[in-house]
């Protein structure tokens, strides 16, 4: 079964997460900074799900959302930040 990222945001803080099988497997949570900017503050994956690249899912989620409503992110979570680290093609969101 193909994994999917969703997003949900309620007020000012919000959550990617990712679902295979039916069942909510990672998690992502963020807050608003203002209209312009968020902050990635938690990523977590459930056991056994390592190495199946839901956390670099949920941070590319992110970007295009950020993207899409010209918003930029901070990323405090060491996850997230070691993603926009290897990654230069998405630097243009932070």
Same mark, same amino acid.
């Given at each position: ?7 949900? *945001? %309620? #007020? =000012?803080? #919000?959550?990617? /997460? !990712?679902? &295979? %099988?039916?069942?909510?497997? &990672?998690?992502?949570? /963020?807050?608003?900074? #203002?209209? $312009?900017?968020?902050? *990635?503050?938690?990523?977590? !994956? =459930?056991?056994? =799900? ?6 670099? @899912? ?10 899409? =409503?010209?918003? @930029? ?11 926009? %680290? $290897?990654?230069?093609? *998405? @630097? %243009?969101?932070?």
């Amino acid at each position: 079964m193909e994994a999917t990222v969703g997003m949900e *945001i %309620d #007020g =000012n803080k #919000g959550h990617f /997460f !990712v679902q &295979a %099988d039916g069942k909510q497997e &990672a998690l992502m949570t /963020f807050v608003f900074a #203002g209209e $312009k900017q968020i902050i *990635i503050d938690h990523t977590e !994956v =459930n056991p056994g =799900n390592n190495g199946k690249g839901y956390g670099k @899912k949920m941070v590319l989620a992110a970007v295009d959302f950020a993207r899409e =409503n010209g918003i @930029k992110i901070l990323p405090l979570c060491p996850f997230a930040k070691s993603v926009f %680290d $290897k990654t230069p093609e *998405i @630097k %243009d969101v932070l």
